[in-house]
């Protein structure tokens, strides 16, 4: 029996397990499906340091020049870079990661030219459904002409690319710790960062678990855990390095540690770039997802922005981005987008705006961020429940009926009180979890509105 696509096709990927539900067979017919549903007559497919990704690639590609397609091997790539190739190149992109999942997981995000997200809404439903029908016994289409295939090396074109978006050649020299994870950061960060490929930067570079390396020998590729961190702090503290920066799996993602060793909330990274993007266009839009902290448009308005709050997902955010035409985007999970990166996310560009602006100051991490923490946030809390949908109008209905708070649906709830306290409670894509951020003015207000929502959510 052929597997379910519905099972394991999501919001706005493809992410499951390798042998019961991807296969080659499964790659090869939404390769197919692929171009027969978006029309796209070139792609461009990458992966990441998993096992499997080569094979999937492969069977992709099977299934795209069978239907007529032409396809570039792009081999290794951070799921940035593979955007990087379909906007330099204005092709569809197919990048096979499972960003920080554990070793058994592997899956496939894809874009249409111009790093344009396909998500359930924009063609994956589509995909999905097409491809189900064949792996279900439909003929497969082909064209009288197949696709050819032939392998680039994007890394050096990459590199040079992210290097003229910020210049990081005349800042102070600075001591860097960063950990790659055993992921895409490992092959990604000399070429641009160290002098693999380029000239040298002014950044001492500590490599912590480059080794590309799909098991994860060391730990989770997720540095949104606080356990996946604590080597990197400790390496910070030990070595008096200026900071550190952790990336996920796919190196699209990309969290920032102080020289002391504590965390900087991708909320505060977001005010921080954000305050550059909006000095070097002399304005503009920044869009941020309604989880980022209260400081965020906040900062945006007192820097002459405007900012736009979007539902939590990069499909929807760089949606959004590019009918705004923003300049930059950020969302608290630490992805950040650049209009001038075709409003697609990378860890990379983010990590080198947070090196200009502590390279070009004379303050420590720790006393730029400083300006950008406003608030209390709870951190996320899951509470596992049998009806999603139900407890969040039980919320609701309580909050509507005591007064003094807005609420609105954006993307789950959301109540908000004149106090600047805000709470959103939204359901997971993937589990029966709802998802639930608070934030306040003070840790006592953060505590009581917590609190308050748990107890019903959790009765």
């Known amino acids: ?254 969290f920032v540690v102080d020289a002391n060793g504590d965390p900087v909330t991708p909320s505060a990274i977001t005010a921080l770039i954000a305050t550059r993007e909006l000095g070097q266009n002399h304005g503009g839009v920044i869009c941020h997802n309604l989880i980022c902290s209260k400081a965020v448009p906040e900062i945006v308005a007192e820097h002459g922005g405007r900012p736009v709050r979007t539902r939590v997902g990069h499909s929807y955010i760089k949606a959004v981005m590019a009918s705004e035409q923003a300049v930059f985007g950020g969302e608290h999970s630490g992805h950040y987008y650049f209009r001038e990166f075709w409003y697609a996310d990378t860890g990379m560009l983010a990590a080198m705006h947070v090196l200009a602006a502590v390279g070009d100051s004379g303050k420590n991490l720790a006393e730029l961020s400083e300006e950008f923490v406003r608030y209390v946030p709870s951190g996320e809390i899951n509470s596992k429940v049998i009806d999603v949908h139900a407890k969040i109008d039980e919320v609701a209905a309580h909050y509507e009926s005591v007064g003094g708070a807005e609420t609105d649906r954006l993307d789950g709830l959301t109540v908000s009180f004149e106090d600047g306290s805000w709470a959103n409670l939204r359901p997971s894509n993937t589990e029966p979890l709802l998802r639930l951020n608070v934030e306040g003015p003070d840790q006592v207000s953060m505590e009581r509105l917590r609190d308050d929502i748990l107890r019903i959510v959790r009765n």
């Open 1 to 254: 029996m052929a597997p379910q696509l519905s099972d394991f096709v999501k919001a706005y990927d493809v992410r499951g397990l390798v042998g019961s539900q991807l296969t080659p067979e499964v790659m090869e017919a939404i390769g197919a499906a692929a171009v027969a549903v978006t029309g796209e007559r070139t792609w461009a497919v990458g992966h990441d340091m998993r096992d499997s990704g080569p094979g999937f690639a492969e069977a992709f590609a099977r299934g795209a020049t069978a239907a007529g397609a032409d396809v570039i091997e792009a081999g290794l790539c951070s799921t940035d870079m593979l955007y990087y190739i379909a906007g330099a190149r204005d092709v569809a992109g197919a990048m096979f990661t499972a960003s920080h999942n554990p070793a058994e997981y592997n899956g496939l995000k894809m874009c249409l030219p111009a790093a344009r997200p396909i998500g359930l809404d924009t063609g994956l439903a589509d995909i999905r459904d097409k491809a189900q029908a064949i792996l279900d016994g439909e003929t497969a289409p082909t064209s009288e002409t197949p696709g050819t295939v032939h392998s680039e090396d994007f890394l050096s074109g990459y590199a040079a690319y992210m290097r003229g978006l910020v210049d990081l050649s005349r800042i102070r020299p600075l001591k860097i710790v960063v950990d790659a994870g055993n992921g895409m950061g490992g092959y990604t960060v000399p070429a641009v960062l160290g002098d693999q490929i380029l000239g040298a930067l002014p950044l001492e570079i500590d490599p912590m678990y480059f080794e590309l390396d799909g098991t994860f020998p060391n730990h989770e590729a997720n540095p949104l855990e606080p356990a996946n961190i604590v080597d990197l702090q400790a390496r910070v503290r030990e070595t008096d390095a200026d900071l550190g920066l952790a990336f996920d799996g796919d190196a699209d993602r990309c």
